[in-house]
């Protein structure tokens, strides 16, 4: 998940650096990577608590869930709209350049 969401901030800083533009769909991506990461190192603690005491941590355990859901949800939005043609190169965000 970590290895994964470093690509995809490099793929989206090559997108900025190369055209000026940047892929909505990257976007969604990398917040579905920080939700995923968010919810392995919450359910790392529970487990890690669990170890330890023999119940756990139930809110890290209910953060965990809840934070998987949301990057579950996002990927199926984001398959949906694949599958609906979404992704057309029009589909971008255009950064300002800020040079001038």
């Known amino acids: 998940s970590a290895f ?4 995809i901030i ?12 940047l892929h909505i769909a990257l976007v ?19 487990l890690q608590a669990y170890e ?7 809110m890290m355990d209910a953060c965990a869930s809840h934070f998987e859901a949301v990057a579950d949800s996002t990927v ?7 599958g609906c043609g979404w992704t ?3 589909d971008v965000l255009t950064i300002p350049d ?3």
């Open 4 to 7: 994964l969401t470093f690509y």
């Open 10 to 21: 490099c793929s989206i800083f090559m997108s900025i650096r190369g055209s000026g533009s």
């Open 28 to 46: 969604l991506l990398l917040f579905t990577c920080v939700f995923d990461a968010a919810s392995n190192m919450s359910e790392t603690i529970h």
């Open 52 to 58: 330890e005491n023999g119940i756990g941590n139930y």
């Open 76 to 82: 199926s939005i984001l398959l949906l709209f694949i």
């Open 88 to 90: 057309l190169p029009t």
């Open 98 to 100: 800020d040079s001038n």
